[in-house]
């Protein structure tokens, strides 16, 4: 199966901070990662697609880069609204695995 | 407007069994790859397993951690994916949702709102 990791595993920004979560794969997955968001007690959304595809609706504060094992997630500028948890998939293979998480807090 | 509604969770033994549901509206459920995403108690998300299209051979595939276990099924005509879950552990006590992809792409874009599974004695 293919592992992913993801740091860090929390952090804490001020608004209008750029942030930046890394995922890291076991093992090559092209450009087969898509990033979710996920607030308390509610389901996860999609935010990027293919490493970097913004999924419809979603504020262009966010953006994907990466290939192969190293992928980034960024907000441009950190929103009241973005504290949560971001979760990196794979889904180059099945099994489909995610990371561990990033908790984001706002301070 | 695309909606899944996931129902079934509840208490449960360990060794004991449940079924969960997810009923589909809003796409062609007939066309659509389905799976179970569940996730433990301040856990990361689990991907369980997955069932394709009957027009794509209807292929299951799951997690190592269910297999022997969990079966994943459909129903077509009433738009619904099934969970069955068997010899259950404390270890399967999660929230379980069900996903799909409404597009080519391999990313899940919607999401049921999760339906709660314990596993206790």
């Known amino acids: 199966d293919i592992q992913m990791t993801q740091s860090p595993s929390s952090l804490s920004a001020s608004v209008g901070d750029r942030v930046t979560i890394t995922c890291r794969a076991s093992q090559n997955i092209s450009r087969y990662l898509n990033w979710y968001q996920q607030k308390a007690g509610k389901a996860p959304k999609v935010l990027i697609y293919a490493t970097s595809i913004l999924q419809s609706g979603v504020p262009s504060r966010f953006s994907g880069s990466g290939s192969g094992t190293d992928f980034t997630l960024t907000i441009s500028s950190l929103q009241p609204e973005d504290f949560g948890y971001y979760h990196c998939q794979q889904s180059y293979t099945t099994p489909r695995t995610f990371g561990p998480g990033t908790k984001v807090d706002i301070k | 407007e695309v909606q899944l509604v996931e129902s079934g969770g509840g208490l449960v033994k360990p060794g004991g069994s449940l079924r969960l549901s997810c009923a589909v509206s809003?796409?062609?459920?007939?066309?659509?790859?389905m799976s179970w995403v569940r996730q433990a108690p301040g856990k990361g998300l689990e991907w369980v397993g997955r069932?394709?299209?009957?027009?794509?051979?209807?292929?299951?595939d799951d997690a190592a951690s269910v297999r022997g276990r969990f079966t994943i099924s459909r129903d077509d005509s009433k738009n619904t994916l099934y969970l069955q879950m068997s010899s259950l552990k404390t270890e399967d006590t999660a929230m379980y949702y069900c996903?799909?992809?409404?597009?080519?792409?391999?990313?899940?874009?919607?999401w049921g709102q999760g339906t709660l599974v314990t596993v206790s004695s």
């Open positions: 809003g796409f062609t459920f007939s066309n659509a790859w």
């Open positions: 996903t799909t992809r409404t597009t080519s792409w391999r990313h899940f874009d919607y």
């Open positions: 069932i394709k299209s009957n027009t794509d051979g209807g292929t299951i």
